[in-house]
């Protein structure tokens, strides 16, 4: 029986976990930024959290491909509940972007174009932006060329910032030391503006967590009294680009079932 | 492909959407109530959250099993996908809670069973508690007949503050009207406390969004100034019973593991 049967409405996968507290708040973000005002207006989700899979960082950094199978089962498991689309709430997974999209039919959703594209299109007319994210989603790229492309600089922080605040930072949030995680995770994002960067890529799904407010996309009413640059949130860029796939999605089905009538 | 290939832990089935709000509130608790020093010591979940299921309330209450096929579907897409029990964050949707532990060999966990026993349990020796609940939820008697066996006596609100403050403040919250919500029902509770209550059961997962601080089971720190008597957060305790079902489910295996040496 296929959840298809009992819901008019495409269904979006989510492979979570890395980490869960991250895949936990997509999912209060995706709640709180749909047009809604009951439960049955809500978009129909079927995650995947499964935080056994080795850690995406150190692996690509070993040269490993330990994670490919997680990630292929967790897929294979969201095509089999009936998911129409793949969102993955982890920037670092997104290394294995490419592989996942060519192993199946579903749209792969990807967190860096999502915040890439929003980067480029915001009014300030950015051409220097800060990006605070795991060492291997810096070494793998996943910001850089898209970004390049668009004529924007990407500044990274030095060697010591990078293992000493960001690194540290979010294994502190996944220990669930948020307090910990803040004071290393704003010192980084300071030194990143005191350097010229004239916004931040929260580019790791853990760093919402303790840096959201002010964020770009963020809920109104949230703020960040401790930075004057906006912090682009790619948690909720990416909950932006599943909802543009829902609606996208639902159109085609009603045209769909209009033809066929 | 099954998940259970790739992690060696129990697998819980959440069949949320119930409403999604409260299913994301159940997924953070149950990440930040589980001892865990990294991703990997956290518990794998599949997340069914489809919120298309029509209002188990309504139906219940106009004789109406319109649910039923939905709740199957998502427990049967949860068997497939490997879970090893079934945990629910909805109170209401626990009137067809017998159905759905007869149509499958997995445990399904029970909300009102967790919250009945930590009322029961409490040091203060509660005698007499309020009930804040769907109307279904009351009518059903999910939480009656387990609390008169335990010696307690359960108040619920008048039919009038039932109606205006109670139902009215859930659907507030499914709204995401969140500051109408909390104004609704403070009030409800601040009358049931008023009448005699010695505790309240936040007795629908939407209510410890806007109700949750000082609850029994709830993150230190947390506190509602407004309240003196305990408050019992039924997402938190179902994330209590939960996490007891995987220590048990992992120490099965273990000894499974070993005896096959």
């Known amino acids: 029986m296929s959840a298809s049967v009992h819901t008019c409405s495409p269904i979006l996968g989510v492979l979570g976990g890395m980490g869960p507290l991250a895949t936990a708040d997509f999912m209060r973000k995706l709640v709180q930024s749909t047009p809604a005002t009951r439960d049955q207006d809500h978009m ?10 080795p850690d995406r960082s150190e692996s690509f950094l070993a040269g490993s491909d330990a994670p490919w199978p997680f990630l292929l089962s967790g897929l294979r498991i969201l095509e089999t509940a009936g998911a129409g689309a793949i969102a ?5 997974a997104h290394l294995w972007h490419a592989r996942l999209a060519a192993a199946t039919d ?11 594209d929003a980067i480029a299109a915001h009014p300030a007319g950015l051409t220097r932006v800060g990006l605070m994210a795991t060492s291997a989603t810096i070494e793998g790229r996943i910001y850089h060329d898209a970004l390049r492309a668009a004529g924007i600089d990407v500044m990274t922080p030095s060697a010591r910032q990078q293992t000493d605040h960001v690194m540290a930072g979010i294994a502190a949030v996944k220990a669930g030391e ?28 853990e760093l919402p967590l303790v840096l959201g407010g ?23 860029l990416l909950v932006k680009a599943c909802l543009a796939w829902w609606s996208r999605s639902k159109a085609a089905q009603l045209r769909s079932e209009s033809f066929s009538q």
């Open 214 to 236: 002010k964020s770009v996309g963020a809920s109104p009413g949230e703020s960040n009294a401790s930075h004057d640059v906006p912090f682009f949130d790619t948690t909720q």
């Open 178 to 205: 948020l307090g910990t995680a803040t004071s290393l995770l704003q010192s980084a994002a300071t030194r990143l503006i005191d350097d010229g960067a004239q916004a931040v890529i929260l580019g790791c799904t």
């Open 44 to 53: 129909p989700v079927f995650v995947h959290s499964v935080p056994q899979i």
């Open 88 to 92: 993955i709430p982890c920037n670092t």
């Open 106 to 116: 579903l749209e792969v959703l990807h967190i860096g174009t999502a915040t890439s």
